[in-house]
């Protein structure tokens, strides 16, 4: 890709996917859930603010909540499909030609996600790419080009829902993020929420 052409932080809209179910969480909304007196979601915004100014939120219930936090809020257009809904719904709506996905549940995000993505794509015509934590790819740490929305709608129109198996069709290009994996460290369980309490 040549310098003319090159992406910028601005070209890109940060999504940050707090429309599951939290079926492990017994149920409650992840984004909302809190870790050392903060929902989750407030912990990804405040790694997300000094790599973005394009910032869009995709749920699905406790809406005026998420509302408190001043960012648009995107919800499925698909029901029952997982984050590849929200995904699909924030490619239809967002207004940039890339797509930053975050999970709400992932409190210590790479504060140079952004920006490592950036220097990967800049080498390549490639239109995907995810996060790799030296052990094993991160589906929903990736940046889509608004291109493959085609291809992601009829992926989840065959009720289709793995997200990592849609990247691989595509060809997603991993970047490297082996020197931080604990930046990805999800939290899922209520016995890893506890966990990482305890260290702070």
Same mark, same amino acid.
């Given at each position: 890709?040549?310098?003319? &052409?090159?992406?910028?932080?601005?070209?890109?809209?940060?999504?940050?996917?707090?429309?599951?179910?939290?079926?492990?969480?017994?149920?409650?909304?992840?984004? @909302?859930?809190?870790?050392?007196?903060? %929902?989750?979601?407030?912990? =990804?915004?405040?790694?997300?603010?000094?790599?973005?100014?394009?910032?869009?939120?995709?749920?699905?219930?406790?809406?005026?909540?998420?509302? !408190?936090?001043?960012? %648009?809020?995107?919800?499925?257009?698909?029901?029952?499909?997982?984050?590849?809904?929200?995904? *699909?719904?924030? $490619?239809?709506?967002?207004?940039?030609? /890339? @797509?930053?996905?975050?999970?709400?549940?992932?409190?210590?995000?790479? $504060?140079? $996600?952004?920006?490592?993505?950036? &220097?990967?794509? &800049?080498?390549?015509?490639?239109?995907?790419?995810?996060?790799?934590?030296?052990?094993?790819?991160?589906?929903?740490?990736?940046?889509?080009?608004?291109?493959? !929305?085609?291809?992601?709608?009829?992926? @989840?129109?065959?009720?289709?829902?793995?997200?990592? *198996? /849609?990247?691989?069709?595509?060809?997603?290009?991993?970047?490297?993020?082996?020197?931080?994996?604990?930046?990805?460290? &999800?939290?899922?369980? =209520?016995? !890893?929420?506890?966990?990482?309490?305890?260290?702070?």
């Amino acid at each position: 890709m040549s310098a003319i &052409n090159a992406i910028k932080p601005d070209d890109i809209t940060a999504v940050i996917l707090a429309g599951g179910e939290g079926r492990r969480m017994g149920g409650l909304d992840k984004g @909302l859930i809190e870790l050392d007196g903060k %929902p989750l979601i407030e912990h =990804v915004i405040a790694q997300l603010i000094p790599q973005s100014s394009n910032i869009i939120i995709s749920a699905n219930r406790n809406l005026e909540h998420y509302q !408190t936090y001043g960012y %648009p809020i995107i919800l499925d257009q698909i029901k029952n499909q997982g984050p590849l809904a929200g995904i *699909l719904s924030a $490619l239809l709506q967002c207004k940039s030609d /890339w @797509l930053l996905t975050v999970p709400c549940d992932s409190p210590h995000l790479p $504060l140079d $996600l952004i920006q490592r993505i950036i &220097n990967t794509a &800049n080498q390549t015509s490639a239109r995907l790419f995810t996060a790799h934590d030296g052990h094993r790819s991160q589906p929903l740490f990736s940046m889509i080009h608004r291109d493959l !929305t085609d291809s992601l709608q009829a992926y @989840l129109a065959a009720n289709n829902q793995k997200a990592g *198996l /849609w990247l691989a069709r595509q060809g997603t290009v991993n970047v490297n993020f082996s020197d931080q994996p604990n930046a990805f460290i &999800n939290i899922n369980t =209520v016995d !890893t929420l506890t966990t990482l309490q305890k260290k702070t």
